[in-house]
């Protein structure tokens, strides 16, 4: 139940490469790549190389035009394809289009050559990744380091003192050490299950999402611009809940510098115009609960992934009843673990409204990566989003491979020392896999 909600700005760019003849990084890339590349690719961040001026950019032009094309980089999974074209595009979309992609290999096979510094193209400022009204700054009571060779999953437990219900409209993590951490995530603890297993200094190992059973607020990852609803949305957190930030390290081979990630909070006491939701849908484990039929199934209706499978899909459908109200559909992510390579959810409106389609994709990570997991904001008012409504059925296609031709299999078996796959099922751990969608929706 992962979501990486909002990120950096977009450059947009009408440079023709052919047209405007050899471009060079004073006039054509810089102004991308800081915009794209640069909130990971700088001194001090995650990224293992900088990228913020020419001299370190030079080296990696080859790297960095084959990564764009191959769509590693930058990491921005929902795209557009034969099966899946959503009716909008995407708030801050970090992906090269096709003439930028162009632009990049344009420069690298031409010797990334600088160009004019003197006549350089203007570089956009930095995008503010500051909570704007923020009103409430948590912190861990105590640093953590990260150390060793395997990624860590860190659960620490705060307390915001809320004494009556409030609305959260907004939520950014302010990276410690930002060399080690690699994404994070925010729940609400309602009932006190994680405070339950903290330890003295209020945090406790997660890898397998122990004592998250609250409701998810929102999430992080380098370069993040806050997470925030719509206008006039909020999130209702209710009184007395603790609050879970989620932290998954990364760490460098030896002991890091201490970390001490915080949480900027924007709360509203009084209960907003609308209620917003973070909604998980999906992970069907058999016939009675949405799961269909599909390749591999041995006994009957079944949710597994046979080792040495490729190309293995499980299909589910999911229909909202008559009775429920309209939901509105203002972002859409995916999440899966690490066999996975590919999911799609398309929504089948029952009658279908305007100029409404009957059947309608809201979203496809068609190159899935669990290290880059997001939720993906539609560029449109909450007025034109994408609706859903009773009668209408949400289905969602989760694509594997369990190889070993697939990093992420090979990387979660390392994890649990072993060296050949396993049939898969699913579950919680990183053995285990998961076909969920993840929803921001208001209910009108």
Known sequence: MFLLLAF???????????????????????????????????????????????ASAAPMAAAMAAAVESGSMPPWGARSTDECTPRYG????????????????AWADAGAPEGDTATAADVPPTVSLELVGANMHLEPRVGFVASGNRDEFTCFVM???????????????????????????????????????????GYYDCPANQGLTGDLLGAWAPG?????????????????????????YHPLGEAADIDVTALDIRWTDSEPE??????????????????????????????????????????????IEERRARYQVYMAGTHMHYVGTDMAIW????????????????????????????????????????QVRGGDTIRMRCTYDNTLANPGVALALGDAGLTEPTDVYLGETTLDEMCLGVFGIVVE
């Open 8 to 54: 950096a700005c977009t450059t947009e760019t009408s440079t023709d490469p052919v047209a405007g003849g050899t471009p060079t990084w004073s006039q054509d890339i810089a102004p991308l790549v800081q915009e794209r590349c640069a909130g990971c690719h700088a001194a001090g961040e995650i990224g293992p190389f900088g990228l913020t001026d020419h």
């Open 224 to 248: 993040a611009v806050p997470n925030e609803t719509p206008p006039g949305a909020g999130i209702a957190v209710a009184a007395g809940s603790g609050i879970v930030m989620q932290i998954h």
């Open 159 to 201: 307390d915001p003192e809320l004494t009556a219900a409030r609305w959260l409209t907004g939520v950014q993590v302010a990276a410690g050490n930002a060399a080690v951490v690699h994404h994070a995530l925010i729940f609400s603890d309602p009932e006190g299950q994680a405070a339950a297993l903290a330890n003295a200094d």
């Open 90 to 105: 995407w708030q801050n979309d970090l992906s090269f289009s096709a003439e930028e992609t162009a632009l990049l290999r």
């Open 347 to 386: 929504v089948d409106h029952k009658s279908p409204e305007g100029d409404e389609p009957a059947t309608e994709c809201l979203v496809q990570t068609p190159q899935w990566d669990f290290d880059w997991q997001r939720g993906y904001a539609y560029d449109t008012d909450l007025a034109t989003v994408p």
């Open 274 to 319: 609308h209620v917003a939701v973070l909604a998980l849908v999906g992970n069907a484990s058999g016939a009675g609960d949405g799961l269909l039929p599909g390749p591999n199934d041995d006994d009957g209706v079944e949710f597994r992934i046979p080792a040495g499978a490729t190309g293995h899909t499980e299909t589910m459908e999911f229909t």
